[in-house]
């Protein structure tokens, strides 16, 4: 037998392999009383890693890989100054971590909001020639984009930025005051307004899922924790309050920060103001 012939025979064995476990697949689906789960359950279900679906995942289709880093090349950039702060100890900022809703009118500064950025999604060194980033990543995927609605920073004026992550900096994405659209796209939580910076939290759920299927909505979402929790820490250890928030109407804060809310969505916001 020639190895041409081996090789047909394999690939039919695969197929014939994965057609049995994707009926398979679909058999269990329909004897699964689970089926009338509510919505959250289901993504939970769906969602589940099992050997049967790593399987089936090896041969089911997926979405290309986007493009690792959103610009905006024609708009304003202001240019952050190194993020060299050297703080607290961990074991401290960890003890005194707590969330706070009420600032004080003092703006914060240009290094201060350097250091958060730079600990929400700083580049911190290379591997392979690939940035690696301040908080983990499953598959050093990095699906977060961060806007940042700046309302009272020292020598930025208001408006909507994006935080562009290989020259940190940020470009302007919308001129004027958002602290009322933020407030109302927050169900009313008046920190989000009153807060010299909300951190808007956007994921590209393709850099993820180009690998990992479905199962990459989980670790965005997992994702959304690390950076959220980098920034408290380093508002703990600047003298700052924090507060992360999950109560938010969708549709409103996508369309604040030009997102579909599918390619691209909103999934997490982060108030910091001075104490």
Sequence with gaps: MNNRRKISILVIAIALLSALVFSYGLWAWGKNPQKKLSIGERFHYE?????????????????????????????K???????????????????????VRNYSPKAISVLQLSQLLFAAQGVTGKMYGHPLRSAPSAG???PFEIYLVVN??????????????????LELVK?????????????????LGEADVTFVLSAIFDRVR????????????????????????QAVSLGLGSVSVGAFLDEKVNQLIGADGYQEAAIYLHAVGTR
Aim: charged share 25%.
């Design 47 to 75: 969602t589940s890693m099992t050997w049967r679906g790593v399987v089936g995942d090896l041969f089911r289709a997926k979405p290309k890989r986007p493009p690792q880093y959103k610009t905006y090349p024609e708009t």
């Design 77 to 99: 950039v202001v240019k952050l100054p190194r993020p060299e702060y050297r703080g607290m100890s961990l074991e401290e900022i960890v003890e005194r971590r707590r969330s």
């Design 140 to 142: 050093a995927l990095y």
């Design 152 to 169: 009272n920073v020292q020598g930025i004026s208001k408006g909507i930025y994006h935080y562009a992550v290989l020259g940190h900096g």
């Design 175 to 191: 001129s004027g005051d958002f602290s009322r659209k933020i407030t109302n796209a927050g169900l009313e939580q008046k920190m």
């Design 210 to 233: 180009h690998k990992y299927g479905e199962r990459g909505f989980r670790y965005v979402y997992i994702e959304a924790g690390h950076i959220s929790q980098n920034i408290y820490l």
